[in-house]
Nanobody, 121 residues
Framework: QVQLVESGGGSVQAGGSLRLSCAAS????MGWFRQAPGKEREGVAS????????VYADSVKGRFTISRDNAKNTLYLQMSSLKPEDTAMYYC??????????????????WGQGTQVTVSS
């Protein structure tokens, strides 16, 4: 069974940057989700691994960039201008059966264990 492994989380001050990585192969779509304490998991960004088309949540547009290196089978999330409200556990997700490539939880069928991102003010 394909496993997704995230890395790159950590602590940063507001305005700073972090890059998350996720190793996985063979998917049609990949996405990043996040879950803050006491809140529901929400979609942050997604990418079609064939066309490289992307979708972003309004809250991260212009600050986050999702990308995929198919040669390295690695998904990235470059996060800039980080805000305290970006603090959450970030999860990598993959869809192997469709090309919806949306930001809904049900669009994905494989999940990583998560990596913590903490942004201090």
């Amino acid at each position: 069974q394909v496993q997704l492994v995230e890395s790159g989380g950590g602590s940063v001050q507001a305005g700073g940057s972090l890059r998350l990585s996720c190793a996985a192969s063979g998917s049609n779509c990949m996405g990043w989700f996040r879950q803050a304490p006491g809140k529901e998991r929400e979609g942050v960004a997604s990418i079609n691994t064939r066309t490289y088309s992307t979708v972003y949540a309004d809250s991260v547009k212009g600050r986050f960039t999702i990308s995929r290196d198919n040669a390295k089978n690695t998904l990235y999330l470059q996060m800039s201008s980080l805000k305290p409200e970006d603090t959450a556990m970030y999860y990598c997700a993959a869809d192997f059966f469709s090309f919806r490539c949306g930001l809904g939880l049900s669009d994905y069928n494989r999940w990583g264990q998560g990596t913590q991102v903490t942004v201090s003010s």
